[in-house]
């Protein structure tokens, strides 16, 4: 193996630079000498302009799957601008969610708070920096909390405060995309907006803050006009990411909000907690060749092609024409698809698929009879099931409940449609566990059809999320349910005595619970992660113990 050279001497040396894993230095002292050279080539990434996105990110050298992109602090960040009409809120100081009406408040501005000596109150880049404001308004509120209390304005009125935390971070937020061209006077999403943020935000807040400048004759907020608050709103709507960890948290990252959406996305992002004030790391999760553009995923990865469409269109303003958009069978996976009922009585046995998935008014043609359907009945169709599908999703159906569903499904869609998805997911996670159903309870039959669901949506969730950005506790919970059915079947037939194919199902269950453990790895601080990796970890534990209890060796054959 060739040696490797400091970067600065030439001399031999051990260390290499943690951020880009290329360059190694013989001492600290050396790398830190080197920082001013080497901190432009050890970038992962530079921004650039592409025509018809705005600014994106561009790969400055080939990155490999696990690389770290970026890893930054949020320029802003607060409570989830939602708005709540009743049930609990974020606390302003920490985001955790807390019930108005019997929460103790701030001792400055009098918001409902999760503790008087919530940390956040007092921290100036959390609640510390907008309390000043907030107790402008002098009387207090007992009842209606939600609408005096308007949690989804907090955040924009943080926003306004950053041009109080220098020129540069406040022109720099400024920069970000706000799409105020299709969000302008006028549209709908202005007067919602207007209402429910400007104007309160003006009446209660803004006024009394602008006399207090008259009379101090001081400027205190130098832009607090309409305009500006405006596109606030479309900056943390177009840019904003969500972070669920123990609260509602919105932020806005200065680099990271400039990926660019792929519905195949090449990295995953992930989140420290609020002691480092929600810092994110960005990973590549595929090859990206030098100059190839780094991606994410702004919308559902098991919606049809259709629905994500929509979805970016109408939140983020254009339309995708990804390779995965562009694909009327979506890499193969047939998740849009509908089963083709023919002319006469009996369906042809073809799929339907849209001819030209970027038209939004394309036709759908069968790939075996020449029936064809409108986009206006495809669409029509698929909105009634959904319906279908939430209605009985909602209300913790039974293994029966779901398949009469799935049997209904299947008359009008492909198994693969991400409806049938949605169903068989959670089918999986009932077999086996619902009375009835029960390991003891559970027949051949329906655990080898829980198998065989299990692989084929597996099937599905590498095409459609090959670096396993998106879907990683979809997929963690199908590998983890692939695991149990197989350890109950082959723990069955063993016990009777029946070894035979058995070896196979094992190698199997052992596979799916390593993949499961790597397909969470950067699942770690989100409550479903945690409660998966510890579900995982038990299942390893029983299945080692009883491969050993019965002596078995995985890379040989059974006796
Ligand atoms: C979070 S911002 C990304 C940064 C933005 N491009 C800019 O110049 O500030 C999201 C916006 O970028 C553009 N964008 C992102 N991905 C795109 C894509 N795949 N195709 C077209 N536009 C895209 C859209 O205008 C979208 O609203």
Not at 285 to 304: C, N, V
Not at 326 to 343: F, I, N, Q, V
Not at 358 to 373: F, H, P
Request: proline letters at 5%.
């Amino acid at each position: 193996m060739p040696e490797n050279l400091c970067g600065k001497c030439g001399k031999p040396a051990e260390t290499k630079c943690s951020a880009c894993k290329i360059v190694y230095y013989c001492c600290k002292e050396h790398q830190v000498e080197d920082w001013k050279t080497h901190k432009n080539e050890c970038k992962a990434c530079e921004v650039i302009q592409a025509d018809g996105i705005g600014k994106c990110l561009v790969a400055k050298r080939d990155l490999q799957p696990g690389d770290i992109i970026m890893c930054e602090t949020p320029t802003v960040f607060g409570p989830r601008p939602h708005i709540v009409e009743e049930g609990p809120v974020p606390c302003p100081g920490c985001c955790r969610l807390i019930k108005a009406e019997k929460s103790p408040r701030c001792e400055g501005c009098d918001w409902p708070v999760c503790h008087p000596d919530c940390i956040g109150l007092k921290d100036p880049s959390k609640h510390g920096h907008e309390c000043f404001i907030l107790r402008l308004r002098t009387h207090r509120a007992l009842d209606g909390l939600h609408e005096y209390y308007r949690q989804d304005a907090l955040f924009a009125l943080r926003c306004l405060l950053l041009q109080r935390r220098g020129i540069k971070k406040w022109m720099q937020f400024l920069q970000l995309e706000s799409h105020m061209e299709k969000r302008g006077k006028g549209t709908e999403v202005y007067k919602e907006y207007d209402e429910r943020v400007v104007d309160y935000l003006e009446d209660n807040f803004l006024k009394p803050l602008k006399e207090l400048e008259k009379e101090s004759k001081q400027a205190i907020l130098p832009d607090m006009s309409r305009e500006t608050i405006h596109h606030i709103c479309g900056i943390i709507d177009v840019n904003s990411l969500e972070i669920n960890q123990s609260g509602e948290v919105s932020a806005l990252y200065p680099t990271a909000c400039l990926m660019e959406h792929n519905c195949i996305p090449n990295t995953v992002h992930t989140f420290e907690d609020e002691l480092t004030n929600y810092r994110i790391t960005v990973r590549a999760t595929l090859p990206i060749k030098k100059g190839a553009r780094i991606t994410t995923m702004y919308t559902h990865s098991l919606w049809g092609t259709q629905a994500r469409r929509e979805h970016l269109k109408e939140t983020k303003y254009f339309s995708c024409a990804c390779d995965r958009c562009k694909d009327p069978t979506e890499m193969g996976t047939y998740l849009s698809a509908l089963r083709c009922l023919g002319t006469e009585s009996t369906p042809c046995g073809g799929t339907q698929l849209p001819v030209d998935p970027l038209d939004d008014q394309t036709e759908w043609a069968c790939d075996k009879c020449n029936v064809k359907v409108s986009n206006a009945q495809a669409s029509y169709l698929i909105n009634q099931i959904g319906d279908d599908v939430d209605n009985v999703q909602l209300n913790s159906p039974t293994v029966r409940e779901l398949d009469n569903l799935l049997s209904k499904l299947l008359t009008f869609l492909h198994p693969n449609h991400y409806h049938c998805f949605s169903v068989k997911h959670s089918l999986v996670q009932l077999f086996g566990y619902q009375q009835g159903y029960l390991p003891n309870q559970i027949s051949d039959d329906q655990l080898k059809r829980k198998t065989k669901m299990c692989r084929e949506m597996l099937d599905i969730l590498g095409r459609i999320d090959p670096g396993k950005s998106r879907l990683c506790l979809y997929t963690g919970v199908v590998l983890h349910e692939l695991h149990l059915s197989n350890i109950i079947y082959v723990k069955r037939k063993w016990d009777i005595g029946i070894k035979k194919d058995l070896l196979q199902l094992l190698r199997e269950a052992d596979k799916s619970l390593i993949e499961c453990k790597e397909v969470l790895k950067y699942e770690v601080n989100t409550m479903s992660g945690e409660k998966l990796h510890s579900l995982i970890d038990s299942s390893r534990k029983e299945f080692d113990r009883w491969v050993t209890r019965n002596k078995i060796d995985l890379t040989k054959d059974i006796a």
